[in-house]
């Protein structure tokens, strides 16, 4: 591909994609659906003016990065440590049941078969999609009915965070099993030692980092560096550890979002993010789906799929809330809360595209998820916050 068809792909993109986001927007709809939705026309799937390319694959990689350092960043490590067990336990819950549940799911479709051959591992990162959690349509429900701060806003805020953290993690050690010659307990160890790594390490360059913020504050040469953190966390993760690059970038945004300045990184990062990045990596998705290869089987798998998403996080976090002692209806409220799935789900789904676990044709399944979560739960919770009586709590 030339020069100057890449540069036409990219004005393409960038405009659609805008385009198509502000259209979400305007229907309360997350902007990524939007950006999805306009890969999808302007793909293979409808208008078919922009392929798929190398070039477009990398940029969408940097992307990957780029979003994953921005969610590490936004980790508030502070309230990580206050939640508690209850809501690690949720969290928990929030992560195996779906994890077990979108397993099943796809060996009752393709068959039942022994744990560690290739068909399993596909049908291990089917449930590893379901996972993921994205909570920014719940806060905005939140915020809008004013319940955002108060004990049920916060115990979901704080679980979804644990349960990114274990998500990545699962990820990780799933993709690791993509190596024939691996072994559980090797893979298990080489992440385990990713992490002790990325602490040690993480202490160091947290200090350097918050030296040189006190001396240069709100200076660009802080987000620069950053950048460069994530990039090379994620190198590393991926060369010497054989872990998943994203974990990488997460982890550098962790070390980071205790400074001071971790606002202004984050808004920086926002910035490439928004403009250019970001929109690439969400058209991207919708380039490498193309709807009219779309059999009766795929869809039929992609309604389950969707079902069962969203059913096994409320069955995960609302009975293990009911468990801890909250009432049914603020069990169910945490439950569904933790249901929106969205840019973490393509992330992971994209990861395992590329290692080879998941076909471009389960991306529809996986979008149909994310636009159903987008506007289901925000009417669910709203219809059951409706129905809470003003009693006392226990």
Not at 74 to 95: H, M, P, R, Y
Not at 169 to 183: W, Y
Not at 194 to 223: A, M, N
Not at 341 to 370: D, K, M, P, W
Request: glycine share 10%; hydrophobic share 50%; with cysteine.
């Amino acid at each position: 591909m030339d020069t100057t068809e890449i540069l036409k792909q990219l004005a393409i993109i960038v405009l659609a994609a805008k385009f198509f986001g502000l259209v979400a927007r305007k229907i309360k709809a997350p902007m990524v659906v939007g950006e999805i939705i306009a890969g999808l026309i302007i793909g293979p799937s409808l208008l078919g003016i922009v392929q798929s390319s190398d070039f477009l694959q990398g940029m969408a990689e940097i992307g990957v990065i780029m979003l994953m350092f921005s969610a590490g960043l936004n980790t508030d490590i502070k309230q990580l440590k206050e939640t508690g067990i209850k809501s690690t336990v949720i969290a928990c819950a929030g992560v195996f049941v779906p994890l077990i549940f979108g397993t099943v799911l796809y060996m009752c479709f393709y068959g039942f078969c022994a744990p560690g051959s290739e068909h399993f591992l596909k049908a291990l990162f089917i449930g590893t999609i379901l996972t993921a959690t994205s909570v920014s349509i719940t806060v905005q429900t939140l915020k809008e009915m004013g319940k955002l701060s108060d004990a049920i806003g916060t115990t979901i805020m704080s679980a979804a965070i644990i349960d990114d953290v274990i998500g990545i993690v699962v990820l990780t050690v799933v993709i690791g099993f993509r190596d024939p010659d691996a072994k559980i307990w090797d893979v298990v160890f080489r992440t385990a030692l990713f992490f002790v790594f990325s602490l040690g390490v993480g202490i160091v360059v947290y200090h350097i980092f918050k030296r040189i913020d006190k001396r240069y504050p709100h200076t660009r040469r802080i987000p620069i560096m950053g950048m460069a953190l994530a990039f090379i966390l994620s190198y590393l993760a991926s060369e010497y550890f054989h872990v998943a690059d994203i974990t990488g970038a997460y982890i550098a945004g962790v070390i980071l979002s205790s400074l001071d300045d971790s606002d202004y990184i984050s808004r920086k990062m926002d910035v490439n993010s928004y403009m250019l990045f970001g929109p690439v990596f969400f058209c991207s998705i919708g380039l490498q789906t193309n709807i009219r290869s779309v059999n009766s089987g795929i869809l039929l798998f992609s309604v389950a799929f969707v079902a069962v998403g969203l059913i096994s996080k409320v069955i995960g976090c609302s009975g293990v809330s009911l468990c801890m002692g909250y009432r049914m209806n603020d069990s169910l409220k945490i439950g569904l809360g933790m249901m929106t799935r969205g840019e973490v789900a393509l992330i992971v789904a994209q990861r395992g595209l590329a290692a080879g676990l998941l076909e471009h044709t389960y991306f529809t399944s996986v979008i149909l998820l994310i636009i159903a979560s987008s506007i289901i739960t925000p009417v669910l919770l709203k219809l059951v916050y409706s129905k809470d009586k003003a009693l006392p709590e226990g």
